[in-house]
């Protein structure tokens, strides 16, 4: 038992919630069928990455001091051109789309930053609120895990008992120009990305045929996320019996918006071939109460902050007509989302 904290504001909130506690691990995801309090799963759930639970010995909303986050957090720069490490992964992916293996699989890359001397934990945090009201921020520290930041705008699980909602949510595009004046709702959507979002709805709207009474799904609508847009479908549902939360959870991810399909086939293909580990990129984190509010969100556009070293998650879903190019810049605007924290 080993004490760790979590500092998480909800999406829009005019708060933030502070916790600590000691961590227990869990080694699947049943357990979550009755477990309470911040929740840090990894992409690959292993002995040396497990479920962390902080138990919420401490809990505190706080109230946003006007002066925190305010300084640096200048615009980020973006490379053009993939690195081979990339080139190679893209290559070996690509080829399994264009055998028929896959329909869809998803390659994530890893980029370091360094962190500056005089930029603390707290101010990232604080400036990812301010930055990215529209998404869910965690910071979250614990001895199994180490210490990750997220601002993301995708929900695993969301909702009170047994009335919950997830979401869709798959196919990017980045704003410019005029376009960072509004929410998104002028761009036109390319038929890959309306591809790659039906195959993340239709996936969520299967798994949830076996576990809610009845479900509704409405969209998909575009959203914006930071300087990125989205298309995102909303599914509300209810659950027979929340005491069976993690079962859900472990059938929802990862969903084919961090992995692919046939999920089981492309979840090994990404573990054994993707050039840098996830660890807990595109795991999930968040508040868990299955008799009360959880919140659980996919852990995107997060980076793990090592000492003075960033590690800078990203990644993209590729299709048969992918393009390398166009999906490495898909990823450097994604990275942009911590990039821009990092000013001194």
Same mark, same amino acid.
């Given at each position: ?90 290559? &070996?992916?690509?080829? #399994?789309?264009?055998?028929? $293996?896959?329909?869809?699989?998803? @390659?994530?890359?890893? +980029? =370091? ?79 890959? &990305?309306?591809?790659? #979002?039906?195959?993340?709805? $239709?996936?969520?709207?299967?798994? @949830?045929?076996?576990? +809610? =009474? ?131």
């Amino acid at each position: 038992m080993s004490p760790a904290y979590a500092l998480y504001r909800l999406p829009f909130a005019d708060h933030y919630v502070h916790i600590e506690g000691v961590t227990r691990t869990l080694s699947n995801y049943v357990q979550l069928n009755d477990a309470v309090g911040f929740v840090v799963a990894p992409f690959e759930l292993t002995s040396s990455q497990p479920i962390v639970m902080i138990r919420p010995d401490v809990v505190e909303e706080c109230e946003f001091d006007a002066a925190n986050g305010t300084d640096g957090a200048n615009e980020a720069y973006r490379t053009d051109k993939p690195n081979e490490s990339y080139a190679i992964d893209f290559a &070996n992916f690509h080829a #399994q789309l264009s055998q028929g $293996t896959f329909r869809k699989i998803v @390659l994530a890359r890893c +980029a =370091d930053e360094s962190l500056p001397p005089t930029v603390t934990l707290e101010t990232l945090f604080f400036r990812a609120c301010r930055l990215y009201p529209r998404m869910f921020v965690a910071l979250v520290s614990t001895p199994q895990t180490g210490v990750w930041l997220t601002a993301t705008p995708e929900i695993l699980l969301d909702g009170k008992a047994c009335q919950m909602r997830t979401i869709a949510l798959a196919g990017t595009m980045r704003l410019e120009g005029e376009q960072l004046n509004g929410e998104g709702e002028h761009v036109s959507w390319s038929t890959k &990305n309306i591809e790659e #979002q039906r195959i993340v709805a $239709t996936y969520i709207a299967e798994c @949830l045929e076996h576990f +809610a =009474d009845s479900f509704n799904e409405e969209g998909p609508r575009t959203v914006r996320a930071a300087n990125l847009v989205h298309l995102r479908s909303d599914f509300t549902f209810t659950l027979p019996d929340s005491r069976h939360l993690g079962d859900l959870i472990g059938s929802l991810h990862p969903t084919p918006a961090v992995c692919g399909l046939p999920k089981r086939d492309a979840f090994r293909f990404i573990i054994r071939n993707e050039n840098h580990p996830r660890r807990y990129y595109s795991g999930f984190m968040g508040w868990l109460d299955p008799q009360g509010d959880t919140h659980l969100y996919v852990s995107l556009r997060c980076m793990n902050i090592d000492g003075a070293c960033c590690h800078l998650y990203a990644g993209g879903g590729l299709l048969r007509d992918s393009v390398m190019e166009q999906e490495w810049l898909e990823t450097e605007a994604k990275l942009e989302t911590m990039r821009r924290l990092l000013s001194s």
